[in-house]
Every structure is written in structure tokens, then in C-alpha cells.
């Protein structure tokens, strides 16, 4: 009885034995599969998961100090370039360009009455040395007398001073006019008070979305207090590779974009720069190395990957912050 069970379970053993070689093969030849893969992968590309989306965003604020009257925006909203956006109350600045105005046309009025007391000083001069002139002539023949001459020569003598005073307010040192100087002097100032109005009106600089708005009616602003941002439309991926990375990277180099709100989706890209230096070395507080304690660290060097296929923004809403995986074919 027991060489029977013994023969059968020889028997079963044999029977397996093929298949348990057939699977053996199987699993070797994944694994072997599996390697090749992963090798090529590492010498064809590199990748990185320290890597986001990234886009230049623009802060708003007011270029002049001032109650807001109006608000046009809400949070989120799409605005295009050129849109009012807000308003200041123009009260104030309407008054001091009014003030400007009257200041640029009461100095033009000046000017012109300096030309004209410069001519009439100039005929004045004129006559006084014609009646001069004959005065002597007359007083050598003897038929003036010398207190005529006297008076001819003091009417000359105020007639000069008259010329030279109208004319020193006319010339300055560089042969320019005096009352030009001053008139161009009020009307840069009448100027700056029209644009001072005009920036009472807050416009978009550029398109994109509304973000961080910060702004109501009734607020009082300063000059240079952030309002809101306005984040563009064009967006990029910066990924920092490390250092040993780049020996193979360059721009140009095709890339397969990866972003974890979307994935199942794999955008397109290229490489299209390369930072010319580490992330440590552009902070604020770059590291000392030639310090007794140093600790060699693999530096990360952020490399801009743009898209190179055209994303529909109903479809997929792509913005500054998302987390990438950048997959760089490097051969």
C-alpha cells in the first residue's frame, strides 16, 4: 500500500514539474523584461518629482492715493487687458489740475507781456539814441541848450536800463528764455496733474484671472498697495533636477509632462532653458561652502519646461502651484 501512494505521489510530482519550469521561465523572462525597461528608461531619460507648475503673476495696485468709489471685479473672474477694473475718487485730483491749468495760463499770460515790454524796450532804446544822437549834434552847433542835452542823454540812460532788465527776464545763462523755462516748468506740472487724474482709474495690465483680490468699495488706498493679482494664461513647468542629471540635458530635448490632477493625462513639452545656477545659490541667503563644517549636498537646478501642445482651459484648468513629474527624453 505504501509503494503505491509513494509511486502516485511520484507520479504527480513529475506531472507538475514541467509546469512549475514553465512558470519559473515565465517569471524570469518578466523580470528580465522588467530590467531591460528600467535600464533603458534611465539611459534614455530623467525625470523628477521635484518639479511644478509656474507662471509670472501680476500685482495690481494704484498709482495714486484715494477712496475706491467702484469696484468692476469679483474673485476669479477673467479679465482682458484694459478693463476697468476699480475707481478712485477723482475729486481732489480735479481740483489740483484745475489749480494747474490756471497756474499754466497765468504764466503763458506773463510771458507774453515780457515779450512785449522787450520790444517796447527795444523801440524805447531805439528812439532815445536817435534824439541823443541829434541832441549833440545840436548842442555842438549851439542851438540846444546843455540842459536839453542832459535830459536826451538821461532818457537814453533809462531807456537802457529798461532794455536790460526786460532782457534778463527773458535770457538765462544757456541763451534759453527765462519765461519759456518757467512756462515748460507749469506745464510738466499741469501734465502730471492730468495723469495723476487719469490713474484715479484703475485698469487690467494684461489678461488672466482675478486672484487674491483685496479690494472694496469705500477702502482708502495708498500708492503702491496691493489691490489684487492677475494670474496670466501662460503657464510653464519648472523642475529642479539634480546637478548629475544634466550632464545629457539640453533645450530643445522632448519632454512628457505628467500632472497629478490629471493622471491619466500626459502633456507635451520641451525643455526650454536651463538655469545658470543651483536654487541654493539664487535664494536670498545663498550657502557658504568655505566653512570648516561643510557637508557636500547635490545641488538642484531648476530647468523651464514649456508646453508644446495647445491645452484647452475648459478641459483641463492648469495653474501656478500644481506638482509635475517632467520626464525628459535625453537621447
Known amino acids: 500500500m505504501e509503494e503505491q501512494n509513494v509511486t502516485s505521489e511520484e507520479k504527480v510530482e513529475k506531472e507538475h514539474k514541467p509546469f512549475k519550469r514553465y512558470i519559473a521561465m515565465a517569471v524570469g523572462v518578466v523580470v528580465a523584461a522588467a530590467g531591460a525597461y528600467f535600464i533603458h528608461d534611465a539611459l534614455m531619460y530623467q525625470t523628477t518629482d521635484d518639479a511644478y507648475v509656474e507662471t509670472t503673476t501680476v500685482q495690481v495696485a494704484p498709482r495714486v492715493s484715494g477712496q475706491i468709489t467702484e469696484v468692476y471685479i469679483t474673485d476669479n473672474q477673467k479679465v482682458k487687458e484694459g478693463d476697468l477694473v476699480a475707481k478712485i475718487d477723482p475729486a481732489d485730483y480735479e481740483i489740483k489740475l484745475a489749480q494747474a491749468e490756471a497756474k499754466y495760463e497765468r504764466t503763458l499770460l506773463n510771458q507774453k507781456n515780457a515779450q512785449a515790454n522787450f520790444k517796447a524796450s527795444q523801440t524805447n532804446i531805439e528812439v532815445a539814441k536817435k534824439d541823443l544822437e541829434r541832441y549833440k549834434n545840436l548842442y555842438a552847433q549851439g542851438a540846444v541848450s546843455k540842459q ?25 545763462d544757456g541763451g534759453n528764455k527765462v519765461a519759456d523755462a518757467d512756462l515748460k516748468e507749469i506745464k510738466a506740472l499741469r501734465d502730471q496733474a492730468k495723469l495723476n487724474l487719469s490713474y484715479t482709474n484703475i485698469y487690467a495690465p494684461q489678461t488672466g484671472t482675478v486672484s487674491s483680490r483685496r479690494v472694496e468699495k469705500g477702502m482708502y488706498v495708498n500708492v503702491g498697495s496691493p489691490l489684487f493679482v492677475i494670474v496670466p494664461e501662460d503657464v510653464w513647468v519648472v523642475a529642479n533636477f539634480k546637478e548629475n542629471q544634466l550632464r545629457h540635458m539640453k533645450p530643445g530635448q522632448e519632454v512628457d509632462i505628467k500632472i497629478d490632477t490629471y493622471p491619466n493625462k500626459v502633456f507635451k513639452g520641451k525643455v526650454d532653458s536651463i538655469q545658470r545656477a543651483s536654487g541654493a545659490k539664487s535664494s536670498l541667503f545663498p550657502p557658504e561652502n568655505a566653512v570648516g563644517s561643510f557637508v557636500k549636498i547635490v545641488q538642484r537646478i531648476p530647468v523651464k519646461i514649456v508646453f508644446t501642445e495647445q491645452i484647452d482651459p475648459n478641459e483641463f484648468n492648469i495653474v501656478p502651484g500644481m506638482s509635475v513629474v517632467p520626464k525628459v527624453r535625453i537621447k
Open 148 to 172: 536839453t542835452l542832459d535830459a536826451a542823454q538821461a532818457k537814453y540812460d533809462s531807456a537802457q536800463a529798461n532794455l536790460t532788465q526786460s532782457e534778463e527776464a527773458l535770457l538765462s
